[in-house]
């Protein structure tokens, strides 16, 4: 029985508002736009990196379709996806999803504000601390933090990351929903702000935090701040899945993609190869290596427990998004529209990492 639920939509934004003043973050900057009810989206472009250091440019044209494509997927195996859909804005194609906090009160609290509190000497802004970016200080986070109920939600991201083989789940790409809160900065952070300014000019609360809110000797921070934290901390729920578009292979050229069609063995490298931006006690390895490490480990139940979104995969699902793309494109931006051979790989490489990840979970 197929009870599949695909409806890809073409968004038109033509009397829509862009708010220049806001800046939305992340690793490529996005438009924020507001449709003329008030409703605020967010709208991005595939990624484009420039020549430099004697590398090439780089254009990854149909990187916005795999937003749309993991939303859709996502949403049909039962998760909790933040809706991406295909739009248009001053001259450019992508796509564009909700902004995931309704009212002022709210507030998106990615995990990395958590984990650059816990461990100032992830910063994250610097890839020679990528290696700090682990499973083992996300698990000291939720334990600190409190929040270790959501494990389940971090477990489904981590399964589904695997089926799209997302490279780029950073400490920004996953959050949760809250009030309005005080988040610490990182230790580094606060002492670049305090201490580029004169202290004798410092007003009396900057002083108050300079002297309290750092302890020197052990690089730290109080345990009477730690526990004002804590106190602050008002999560209501956690952020749908989001930002997935490095993922499907987005990287390919047409060369390399009729290669991998044709040859099965180097089509199983590239799955096994597949890189998790989470790391393991400090080093980088493969989706399935974490995954694997994971059933090997304690939490094992949780992991399992978390993968029964699985069972709602249906044989032909991927196929059908990836028929869908196309139906509401306008004729004038159809040479966005995937090609066949893309469209072939991406729902190989799907079923192909999904039979992966079911053999891992029920051995």
């Known amino acids: 029985m197929n009870n599949s639920n695909i409806d890809i939509k073409f968004i038109d934004t033509t009397n829509w508002q862009e708010l220049t003043w806001y800046n939305s973050g992340g690793t490529r900057a996005k438009k924020v736009l507001q449709d003329p009810d008030g409703n605020e989206y967010y709208f991005k472009c595939s990624e484009k990196k420039t020549a430099k250091e004697g590398k090439p440019e780089k254009y990854y044209k149909y990187e916005f379709w795999n937003e749309i494509i993991a939303y859709q997927l996502g949403k049909n195996l039962g998760l909790d996806m933040l809706r991406y859909d295909v739009a248009a804005f001053a001259g450019e194609i992508g796509c564009i999803s909700p902004k995931m906090t309704i009212t002022d009160e709210e507030q998106l609290l990615d995990i990395g504000r958590f984990m650059t509190a816990l461990n100032p000497n992830f910063l994250p802004e610097d890839n020679a601390t990528r290696t700090e970016y682990t499973f083992?200080?996300?698990?000291?986070?939720?334990?600190y933090f409190?929040?270790?109920?959501?494990?389940?939600?971090?477990?489904?991201?981590?399964?589904?990351d695997a089926i799209i083989s997302n490279t780029d789940r950073h400490q920004e790409n996953w959050a949760f929903i809250g009030k309005n809160t005080i988040i610490t900065?990182?230790?580094?952070?606060?002492?670049?702000?305090?201490?580029?300014?004169?202290?004798?000019?410092?007003?009396?609360?900057l002083k108050w935090l300079y002297r309290n809110l750092i302890n020197k000797e052990k690089n730290e921070l109080n345990t009477e701040v730690q526990q004002a934290i804590l106190e602050t901390i008002n999560i209501s729920k956690t952020a749908p899945i989001f930002d997935s578009g490095s993922s499907m292979a987005r990287e390919l050229t047409d060369d390399r993609i009729n290669f991998l069609l044709s040859n099965e063995n180097e089509l199983n490298k590239y799955i096994e190869n597949g890189k998790a931006e989470l790391h393991w006690n400090g080093k980088?390895?493969?989706?399935?290596?974490?995954?694997?490490?994971?059933l090997n480990s304690s939490y094992r139940g949780e992991v399992k427990n978390a993968s029964k979104f699985l069972q709602k995969w249906?044989?032909?699902?991927?196929?059908?998004?990836?028929?869908?793309?196309?139906?509401?494109?306008?004729?004038?931006?159809?040479?966005?529209?995937?090609?066949?051979?893309?469209?072939k790989l991406i729902g190989k490489l799907i079923?192909?990492?999904?039979?992966?990840?079911?053999?891992?979970?029920?051995?």
């Open 136 to 143: 083992q200080l996300l698990e000291q986070t939720l334990d």
């Open 146 to 160: 409190k929040i270790s109920k959501y494990w389940e939600f971090i477990f489904q991201t981590i399964l589904f």
């Open 185 to 205: 900065k990182s230790l580094k952070e606060l002492e670049k702000e305090l201490l580029g300014k004169a202290y004798d000019k410092l007003n009396w609360l």
């Open 284 to 294: 980088k390895i493969s989706h399935y290596n974490l995954i694997e490490e994971l």
């Open 314 to 343: 249906q044989n032909n699902l991927i196929s059908k998004i990836l028929d869908s793309t196309e139906t509401q494109v306008p004729e004038e931006w159809k040479s966005y529209c995937i090609p066949d051979n893309r469209k």
């Open 351 to 363: 079923t192909l990492r999904l039979q992966r990840l079911n053999n891992l979970i029920n051995d």
